[in-house]
C-alpha cells in the first residue's frame, strides 16, 4: 500500500487592532495567534490586521479589506483563513460566501489542539463536550445538506427538519457527557481525598512557559514537555520530597488570553486541582516580550476560579533566553521595555512583591533551581506546620542543615 504524506494546510491570519492597542501588542496578539496555527499544523502564509473600533457584524472586518483577502486567497491557494476571535454563526456563513474557504476563530482552534493534545479519557470527555457547546449554536452553517431547512416545494412534509434531528442529536450528546463528567468529578474528588494531609502544591501559569519541565525537574518525573501551546492537558500530580518534607505536585494546563468560556467549564475537573491546592508556584516566561500582560491575565483566571487568594510563589523561568536592546551611552530618551536588562527587572515590582516569594530560575539550564528550592521547603513548611503543630521536629534549620 502506497502511503502519501498529509499536506500541511495553508493559513492566512486576521486580526482587529482596537483603539487604546499599540503596534507591538497587536504582533505579540497575532504572534500568538501564529504559534496557535503552528501548533495545530498549519502554515501561517500571511497577516491582515485592521484598525478597528469594534468587529464589523456581518464580516468581522470591513468589506475592503475582506475583498482584499479574497483575493489573496484565490492567488495563493490558502486552505484556511483563522480569525482571532470568536466568531458568530452569521459571522461565518457570510465570510464563507466570500473568501470560499474553510473558516476557523480562535475558540475553534483551541478547541482543535485541545482535541489533539487530549491523553485520558476524561481530558478526551471534557474536549468533546466543550466542542459540540461550541457547535450547537453554530450548527446552521456547518453543512451544505442543512439547505433544506427553507423548506418549499418538494421539501415540505411531516416531521422535525433535518437541522432539527441534529440539534437534538448534539443536545442528547452534550447531556450524556455532562452525566459521564459528573462520575469523573467525582472519582477525582475521591482520589484528592485519597491523598489525606499532604501539603498541595499546584504548577500554575500562561501556556508554553515551562511548567512542565519544571515539573520534571522537581519531581523527578517524565512528563511530556514541548515547546508548543497546550502540551499539558491532563494534570499530573507526583510526590516530592525535598530534605525531609514530603508535599504533592500538580502540572495544570496553562490559560491563555481569550480562553474560551465552555473550555473552562468543562474542564471544571482538571481545574479543581488548583482550586483545591494550597500553593500555588505562578511561571512566568521572563523571556516573552508580553510577560506582564501573561501574568495579568493569569491572575484574573485565577480570579475566576476563586483561587486568587492562596498562597503564591512567583517563579520567573526562562533566565536563559532572555535577552534586551541595550541602549547608547548617550542616549537620553526614556527607557522602553525592550531595553530593561534582566538586573534592571529585578530592582522593579517584580522582584520585590511584598505579597508572594518572588524567584529568577532557568529550568533548562537548572540556574538558581537550589534558591526555588530552599523557597519552596519554607513555603510548604509553613502550611505543614499549621497542619500538623506537633510535627516541628521533622524540620532542621535550612541555614544550618544540608536539607536541600
Known amino acids: 500500500m502506497i502511503e502519501t504524506e498529509k499536506q500541511a494546510e495553508r493559513a492566512i491570519l486576521i486580526g482587529l487592532s482596537y483603539p487604546g492597542q499599540n503596534e507591538q501588542e497587536t504582533q505579540e496578539y497575532i504572534d500568538e495567534l501564529s504559534f496557535l496555527a503552528e501548533t495545530a499544523g498549519a502554515i501561517p502564509v500571511k497577516r491582515f490586521i485592521q484598525k478597528a473600533e469594534i468587529p464589523n457584524p456581518r464580516t468581522f472586518v470591513g468589506t475592503g479589506k475582506i475583498s482584499e483577502i479574497a483575493e489573496f486567497i484565490s492567488d495563493n491557494k490558502i486552505d484556511i483563513a483563522i480569525f482571532d476571535d470568536e466568531l458568530s454563526a452569521s459571522q461565518i456563513r457570510n465570510i464563507e460566501k466570500i473568501l470560499n474557504c474553510r473558516i476557523l476563530d480562535r475558540t475553534n482552534l483551541i478547541l482543535d489542539i485541545f482535541a489533539s493534545r487530549a491523553r485520558t479519557s476524561y481530558a478526551r470527555t471534557q474536549v468533546e463536550l466543550a466542542q459540540y457547546q461550541y457547535l450547537l449554536p453554530r450548527l446552521a452553517g456547518m453543512w451544505t445538506h442543512l439547505e433544506r431547512q427553507r423548506g418549499g416545494i418538494g421539501l415540505r412534509g411531516p416531521g422535525e ?130 510577560f506582564e500582560d501573561q501574568v495579568r491575565i493569569v491572575n484574573e483566571t485565577l480570579r475566576d476560579l476563586k483561587s486568587s487568594g492562596k498562597p503564591q510563589i512567583l517563579v520567573f523561568n526562562k533566565i536563559d533566553a532572555f535577552s534586551f536592546k541595550a541602549r547608547e551611552e548617550d542616549d537620553l530618551t526614556p527607557l522602553r521595555k525592550e531595553n530593561y536588562s534582566l538586573a534592571d527587572l529585578k530592582k522593579t515590582w517584580m522582584a520585590n512583591d511584598m505579597n508572594h516569594p518572588v524567584v529568577f530560575i532557568s529550568a533548562v539550564t537548572r540556574e538558581n533551581v537550589d534558591e526555588l528550592r530552599r523557597i519552596l521547603y519554607e513555603e510548604v513548611k509553613k502550611i505543614h506546620i499549621t497542619r500538623y503543630p506537633y510535627n516541628d521536629f521533622l524540620f532542621g534549620d535550612p541555614a544550618t542543615d544540608d536539607i536541600l
Open 161 to 290: 427538519k433535518e437541522i432539527e434531528t441534529d440539534r437534538r442529536i448534539i443536545r442528547d450528546r452534550i447531556t450524556l457527557l455532562k452525566e459521564q463528567l459528573k462520575k469523573i468529578d467525582i472519582q477525582m474528588s475521591v482520589q484528592r481525598k485519597n491523598r489525606g494531609k499532604m501539603v498541595r502544591v499546584s504548577l500554575v501559569g500562561y501556556t508554553n512557559v515551562g511548567k512542565s519541565t519544571l515539573m520534571n525537574l522537581l519531581g523527578k518525573s517524565d512528563v511530556f514537555a514541548e515547546n508548543k501551546l497546550f502540551a499539558t492537558l491532563d494534570t499530573t500530580v507526583r510526590k516530592v520530597v525535598i530534605g525531609n518534607l514530603p508535599f504533592l505536585l500538580s502540572d495544570t494546563v496553562g490559560f491563555i488570553r481569550k480562553l474560551p468560556h465552555d473550555l473552562v467549564e468543562s474542564f471544571k475537573s482538571t481545574l479543581d486541582e488548583i482550586r483545591e491546592s494550597d500553593l500555588l508556584m505562578h511561571i512566568v516566561d521572563i523571556s516573552h516580550p508580553g
